[in-house]
C-alpha cells in the first residue's frame, strides 16, 4: 500500500505596512483609504498578517461605523 503525500498550503505572510494597506484598498475598492482606516487595520493586524487576512480588514473596515475606527485623543 502506498502512502498518500499530503501538501500542506500556508498563506504567506506580508508586512502589514501603509503601503501594502493603501495597495489593498486601491485594488479592492477603487480607491485609497483615509489614514484613520489604515492606522485601524495596522493595530488590529499587528505586524505582519496573510494577504487574504489584509483583504478581508480592508473590506470590513469600509462598513464599520467612524467611531469605532478612530482613536480618541
Known amino acids: 500500500m502506498k502512502a498518500v503525500k499530503k501538501t500542506v ?3 504567506p505572510k ?3 505596512t501603509e503601503s501594502n494597506v493603501s495597495k489593498a484598498g ?3 475598492l477603487s480607491h485609497k483609504l ?3 482606516e489604515v492606522a485601524y487595520v495596522q493595530r488590529v493586524l ?3 498578517a496573510s494577504q487574504v487576512d489584509i ?3 480592508v473590506m470590513a473596515v ?3 461605523p467612524w467611531a469605532s475606527i478612530v ?3
Do not use: I
Request: aromatic share 0%; net charge positive.
Open 55 to 57: 483583504d478581508a480588514q
Open 14 to 16: 506580508v508586512s502589514v
Open 71 to 73: 482613536v480618541p485623543d
Open 26 to 28: 486601491v485594488r479592492l
Open 46 to 48: 499587528g505586524n505582519t
Open 9 to 11: 498550503v500556508r498563506d
Open 34 to 36: 483615509v489614514s484613520a
Open 62 to 64: 469600509r462598513k464599520m
